[in-house]
Structures are given as structure tokens and as C-alpha cells.
């Protein structure tokens, strides 16, 4: 699965991924815990960005891996994006039950590069 999907930053500091067919609260679509300052550095530190995003390597993809499946707890995983732009990153984030939905699985990694739109 490869797609781009939309992220934005409301006004009071919250990250949320668009999710226009999404059914339940919205709540459930906020990044936190280490995606939401994730997405202000690939962001260029504005109020959205677009990232084109997919559970198989491509060419100009960082790497997202996961570390800790938590699928029978919290619900989503932890997971460490490595580098940004082929630099050393390092950067830990818990992504939620909401991958799930959007990858159909939760990805062992999950592979993303910026989109400039």
C-alpha cells in the first residue's frame, strides 16, 4: 500500500492525519507522543504537510521501524524513524490503533518522504 495523506497543525498545536472517511471521533486521529514534533520538523516547523507513505521501501524514503507492538494493550506500536532525508534521526513515536486502519496491519516499518504539493 503507497499513498500520500495530509497532515495539519490546528490552531491551538495539535497534529491531526486527514482522514476524510473516517467514521469515529477525531480524537482518535491526533498525532502525539513523539509523531506530533515528527511532523513538525518534516513539516519545515508550518501548520501542514503532505507525505506520501507506504509499507514497502521506495526510492527517496526514510525509514519508520517498529520496535514494540502493543496491539494487546494500548492498541498501535512504538516505533523509531531512524534518519530524516538520509540523515540521522533517531527520533521515537507511538503510533496508534489508527495505523492499523490505514495500513491494514500494523507495518513492521513504514517508509515515508515529504511531498511538496
Known sequence: MK???????????????????WGGSIDDLQMVDGADT????VSGYSNEC????????????????????????IGGGNYIMETYRGELYNHEMWLCQVTVDVFYKLPKAIFIAPVNL
Open 3 to 21: 499513498d500520500t495523506f495530509r497532515f495539519y497543525k490546528t490552531a491551538d498545536g495539535k497534529w491531526f492525519i486527514d482522514l476524510p472517511e
Open 38 to 41: 515528527m511532523l513538525d520538523k
Open 50 to 73: 503532505y507525505l506520501e507513505m507506504s509499507d514497502e521501501q521506495f526510492e527517496g524514503a526514510d525509514r519508520i521501524k517498529l520496535v514494540q507492538d502493543l496491539t494487546n494493550t
